[in-house]
T-cell receptor, first 111, second 113 residues
Framework: QKEVEQNSGPLSVPEGAIASLNCTYS??????FFWYRQYSGKSPELIMFIYSNGDKEDGRFTAQLNKASQYVSLLIRDSQPSDSATYLC???????????FGSGTRLLVRP | DAGVTQSPTHLIKTRGQQVTLRCSPK?????VSWYQQALGQGPQFIFQ???????QRGNFPDRFSGHQFPNYSSELNVNALLLGDSALYLC????????????FGPGTRLTVT
C-alpha cells in the first residue's frame, strides 16, 4: 500500500463547476496535510495546508480533513481552464521534517 | 523578494559521472529540503538541511550527499550516476521547524545518458 494515494485521473470538469480531488494516507500519526498544484514542466506551488479535522477555505479552494478516515480532499469552486494542472497531495508524518507526496491527480477544466 | 533559485536549469551527464546541483533559499528561510521527481510521479524526499547539518534523510543511497553553507544555500551532489537518476531535482525552502510555508524552486532537470 502506498503511503499517500491519489487517483491519477484525468478528472475532467466543465468551466464553472466544482472539482473534487481526493487523497488517502496510510500513516495514522500524520499531522500535517498539504495541497500543491503543478503545471506541466513547472515546480509544485503550495495551495494550502490543513492540520485540524474539518474544512479550511481560501478563496475558491477548500481543503477537507478527516483523520479518522485518513482522508483529505480539495474542492475547487468555479473551476477555470487555468486550474488545469496536476494536484499533489502531501502528508507530513508525526515528528518528521519531510513531505510524502502522492503521484498527483491531473485535472482538466473544459471551456 | 527573491524566491527559491536553483542552478543549472538543465544538465546532461553520462553514467558514472558526478553532478552538483545548487539552491538558494527564499529570503528569510533557513532550511533547505531536496526532492527527486521522476516523470509522472510525486516528489520524493531526499534530505533536509538545517544549521548546516543534515536533519533528516529519505530512502536514498549514500551516492546522494549534500551540504548547506552559512548563508543557507545548499548543494546536492550525486556520485556514480545511474540512468535511473534522470529526474527533476527540486529544492524547497522553509523556516526551521515548519513545513507550512515550504516553497519549491524551479528545479534542475538532470538527464543521465
Amino acid at each position: 500500500q502506498k503511503e499517500v494515494e491519489q487517483n491519477s485521473g484525468p478528472l475532467s470538469v466543465p468551466e464553472g463547476a466544482i472539482a473534487s480531488l481526493n487523497c488517502t494516507y496510510s500513516d495514522r500519526g500524520s499531522q500535517s496535510f498539504f495541497w500543491y498544484r503543478q503545471y506541466s514542466g513547472k515546480s509544485p506551488e503550495l495551495i494550502m495546508f490543513i492540520y485540524s479535522n474539518g474544512d479550511k477555505e481560501d478563496g475558491r479552494f477548500t481543503a477537507q480533513l478527516n483523520k479518522a478516515s485518513q482522508y483529505v480532499s480539495l474542492l475547487i469552486r468555479d473551476s477555470q481552464p487555468s486550474d488545469s494542472a496536476t494536484y499533489l497531495c502531501a502528508v507530513s508524518p508525526d515528528s518528521s521534517y519531510k513531505l510524502i507526496f502522492g503521484s498527483g491527480t491531473r485535472l482538466l477544466v473544459r471551456p | 523578494d527573491a524566491g527559491v533559485t536553483q542552478s543549472p536549469t538543465h544538465l546532461i551527464k553520462t553514467r558514472g559521472q558526478q553532478v552538483t546541483l545548487r539552491c538558494s533559499p527564499k529570503s528569510g528561510h533557513d532550511t533547505v529540503s531536496w526532492y527527486q521527481q521522476a516523470l509522472g510521479q510525486g516528489p520524493q524526499f531526499i534530505f533536509q538541511y538545517y544549521e548546516e547539518e543534515e536533519r533528516q534523510r529519505g530512502n536514498f543511497p549514500d551516492r546522494f550527499s549534500g551540504h548547506q553553507f552559512p548563508n543557507y544555500s545548499s548543494e546536492l551532489n550525486v556520485n556514480a550516476l545511474l540512468l535511473g537518476d534522470s529526474a527533476l531535482y527540486l529544492c524547497a525552502s522553509s523556516s526551521a521547524g515548519t513545513l507550512d510555508e515550504q516553497y519549491f524552486g524551479p528545479g534542475t532537470r538532470l538527464t543521465v545518458t
